[in-house]
């Protein structure tokens, strides 16, 4: 298979300052037959050509030697991910290295291209975010919601533990002009969503919830300026109160004491109003485990939200991959993956990752295909996720705008 990939490009001569990367196979897309043994043409962060080795013009083309022949995508997208670890903290000080490699073990080595941090400190994630962008450090792209808005007196009992002066800046705006305040200040800094807490847990059985009207502004002046609102739902009447508000994109499935099922009306709802649901699978485990509850509530827990995730998709629901990443301190997703493969298959997870964020995001266009014209954010894989899902995992290189922000070590190296 070497030899057929060093013959790429025995025809036309490709255009001056372009990249060729070879693939084994190439997942254009979700809903289109792979290509076997082809080659994508790039140049100026732009894909030229894609197709069959022997069709793509690369004569002259600098290879990606470290990424050839590997099993290759668009790059993917991780739209559920925080940048709330001490350290992010100073991102704008940071020596570059530093950050680089967080963002290395944290992101790109498992493909991800382009992520959503749907809550943090907004300036500092913007700071973070700018450094990218200017080519200062290697790291995806990334989409904010800054900070997520809480009921009033209603921080979740979950994350008492953060800094004391983290805690203070998080709002729990308890008038219609405070939360409006919040959400124009967080906007104005650069944030691209707003996240909406909308039922907390508060320990010993209670919760908060954040009042209909609060919800109701906050989301009417995100989606007059074109965005999107994020809403972290908990619970089945969490996920009411998200639906009345006019959520966008649910962050979580949910779980809670005894089974907890999607029914028809609610999946119809969601599916009726585009709300797209990231299911956060891996987390059921880590919040349980880390909990001290029992395997066996911790199995049933898992497998009610496998089964809002299947009943979901079914019904046409868009799904959007994310682990929150960055709360959880274990990164690898292949959980993640080896979950949503009980309910979805594996083309369904590309999608995923890939078709449906651009889409959400009214980036379609632009990317979330590997087709001429679309941005060169690609992920190669080790081996094919269609037999094994959390294949998808195994990432030999990342590639953003033609250029490789992540490659695998040389086995033994």
Not at 186 to 199: P, Q, S
Not at 263 to 287: F, M, N
Not at 330 to 335: F, S
Not at 358 to 366: F, G, H, I, K, L
Request: with cysteine.
């Amino acid at each position: 298979m070497a030899a057929a990939f060093l013959a790429v490009g025995c025809g036309e001569r490709a255009p001056e300052g372009s990249v060729l990367l070879a693939a084994s196979r190439i997942y254009t897309a979700p809903d289109q037959a792979p290509i076997d043994d082809g080659a994508i043409l790039m140049q100026d962060g732009r894909i030229l050509a894609v197709g069959p080795s022997a069709a793509v013009a690369a004569r002259g083309a600098r290879r990606l030697e470290r990424c050839d022949g590997g099993i290759v995508a668009a790059g993917f997208q991780n739209s559920h991910v925080h940048f709330t670890e001490p350290k992010w903290e100073r991102a704008d000080a940071q020596p570059a290295g530093e950050p680089a490699g967080q963002l290395r073990d944290m992101l790109t080595r498992y493909g991800f291209t382009t992520v959503v941090d749907t809550a943090s400190d907004v300036d500092n994630t913007v700071a973070l975010r700018t450094r990218i962008e200017s080519g200062e450090i290697a790291g995806p792209r990334i989409f904010t919601a800054g900070y997520g808005l809480y009921p009033h007196d209603g921080i979740p009992v979950y994350l008492r533990d953060l800094p004391p002066e983290f805690l203070a800046k998080l709002p729990q705006p308890e008038t219609v002009a405070q939360a409006l305040a919040v959400v124009q200040s967080n906007l104005n800094r650069g944030a691209d969503a707003t996240k909406l807490f909308v039922m907390t847990p508060q320990g010993g059985g209670r919760a908060a919830f954040m009042k209909a009207e609060i919800a109701l502004v906050a989301a009417d002046e995100t989606h007059r300026r074109g965005l999107p609102v994020l809403v972290h739902p908990t619970d089945i009447e969490g996920i009411k109160l998200a639906i009345e508000a006019g959520a966008d994109v649910l962050v979580h499935t949910t779980i809670g004491n005894g089974k907890t099922v999607w029914d028809e009306v609610l999946v119809a709802q969601l599916v009726e109003q585009g709300i797209g649901v990231v299911p956060t699978l891996k987390l059921w485990r880590y919040e349980l485990e880390r909990a001290g509850v029992m395997a066996d509530i911790v199995e049933r827990a898992l497998g009610d939200a496998v089964e809002q995730l299947r009943a979901f998709s079914t019904a046409g629901g868009q799904v959007l991959f994310g682990t929150d990443v960055g709360y959880m301190s274990d990164y690898d997703p292949a959980e993640e993956y080896r979950q949503m493969a009980r309910a979805l298959t594996p083309m369904q997870i590309l999608a995923s990752l890939t078709t449906a964020p651009a889409a959400r995001w009214n980036e379609e266009t632009r990317r979330g295909r590997v087709a001429k014209g679309m941005d060169a954010d690609l992920v190669v894989l080790d081996a094919d996720p269609a037999e094994d899902p959390v294949r998808f995992a195994g990432v030999r290189c990342t590639i953003r705008a033609g250029q490789p922000i992540f490659e695998a070590p040389p086995a033994g190296g």
